[in-house]
């Protein structure tokens, strides 16, 4: 899986909604539909997730069943009881911690939140990273460009994101003020799409 590289769209997309009328012209004015033809090749099929394909015509939990990468992620989601509530209709934007994401949290600390004392904690972690709409690369572009720089996104928790560009890099900043890239962006589900990032994000 290439991680961190997989939002240079971003800055493709901003140009574009820059400026209908250059079409990503150079100096010489030029257009060069390439970079159109590559986004939109792009969206034709979903990135895989840990080596295992994802499909557009599934679930937020469908794919993420199907993912090595996102098993704790599952395990998580299913200890919430949000298994109904992730395979309605959404739409939803999802931004998946990985296996090596939930590693990062104390020693201990995935084994106390999936137990049943704790499933309100739980549940308002997850949906900490879980935002209404489906936001994929080009919106989070857009919305990055009009806030001059960052994006605020109101997750259904209730707190917010903080979203900004490093390079070619999206990076979340959670309330607590820790920090998560997206290393897979944009795959498109049924009900969303949903984004891979190396960080579980914290709310207040």
Not at 3 to 20: E, I, L, P
Not at 72 to 81: P, S, Y
Not at 188 to 194: E, I, K, T
Request: proline share 5%; net charge positive; hydrophobic share 35%.
């Amino acid at each position: 899986m290439r991680r961190g590289t997989d939002f240079n769209c971003f800055q493709m997309h901003a140009r574009k909604d820059d400026s209908h009328e250059k079409h990503f012209s150079g100096n010489n004015g030029r257009s060069r539909p390439r970079l159109t033809t590559l986004s939109a090749t792009a969206q034709m099929k979903d990135p895989d997730v840990g080596g295992a394909p994802m499909y557009p015509n599934k679930t937020v939990v469908q794919n993420a069943s199907a993912a090595p990468n996102l098993t704790t992620l599952v395990a998580a989601v299913k200890a919430a009881g949000l298994v109904d509530t992730l395979s309605g209709p959404g739409p939803f934007t999802v931004f998946a911690p990985d296996n090596d994401a939930f590693n990062k949290l104390p020693a201990g600390t995935v084994d106390t939140l999936v137990k049943p004392e704790s499933k309100d904690q739980l549940t308002k972690i997850l949906t900490y990273h879980v935002v209404s709409g489906k936001m994929d690369s080009k919106a989070i572009a857009k919305a990055i460009k009009k806030g001059h720089g960052t994006a605020t996104l109101k997750t259904v928790q209730g707190g917010t994101l903080t979203a900004k560009m490093d390079g070619s890099k999206l990076v979340l900043t959670d309330e607590k003020g820790g920090t998560s890239t997206v290393t897979t962006a944009d795959v498109y589900q049924s009900n969303g799409v949903a984004h891979v990032i190396d960080t579980v994000l914290m709310p207040n």
